[in-house]
């Protein structure tokens, strides 16, 4: 039975975790012959995903990190999601594959991953909070300046040139002021 994954097109910052069911040398050799992202569009049995991001990688590659330390500290991957998840991510072996919300272009799409592929959870990526509300001062309103000025060039600063060129005119003035004096 193959199990069907709805995704949404306003899907952002989701990670897919899958379990790939094969051999690690059938995998590795599969990934001599096939880029990643066709090997990952293979698997996922969708020929029109965007895999450029996904990645493919044996879990002996995170030796001494587990994959649930890989998610929190590489993806932001908040610790109260992967929790629940925590031992069954770190026991997994062989290949994982991840797969990214940016692989359906913002478009709805329902995957059908055959038995080559377990889906072993999805997490989010952390995003900051929104920035703050607007600012409430009557200088921050639009059209709030005074009117008829204009910003002078360089923030109304001499230029440093400027004040070279006056600097020397003032030397020049008080040495001729010295000699004829």
């Known amino acids: 039975m193959t199990t069907q994954i709805e995704i949404k097109a306003q899907e952002r910052g989701a990670i897919r975790v ?5 051999a690690p040398g059938e ?3 599969a990934l001599k012959t096939l880029p990643k992202p066709d090997l990952a569009r293979r698997l996922l049995g969708n020929p029109h995903l965007d895999t450029s991001t996904t990645e493919i990688f044996p879990m002996s590659d995170l030796t001494g990190m587990g994959l649930s330390a890989y998610l929190t500290e590489g993806y932001a991957v908040e610790d109260t999601q992967i929790a629940p998840d925590r031992s069954k991510l770190d026991a997994l072996e062989g290949y994982v594959l991840l ?4 692989s359906f272009a913002g478009t709805d799409v329902t995957l059908k ?9 999805t997490y989010t990526e ?3 909070p929104a920035a703050g509300g607007s600012i409430a001062t009557e200088s921050a309103k639009p059209y709030s300046g005074a009117p008829g000025k204009s910003p002078q060039p360089g923030g109304g600063k001499r ?3 400027a004040v070279i060129v006056l600097g020397i005119i003032i030397l020049l003035a008080l040495g001729l002021w010295w000699i004829l004096g």
């Open 126 to 128: 952390y995003t900051p």
């Open 113 to 121: 991953p055959g038995g080559d592929l377990t889906l072993i959870g």
């Open 18 to 22: 899958f379990a790939v069911n094969k």
């Open 159 to 161: 230029s440093g040139s």
């Open 27 to 29: 995998v590795a050799e």
């Open 99 to 102: 797969l990214f919300s940016d």
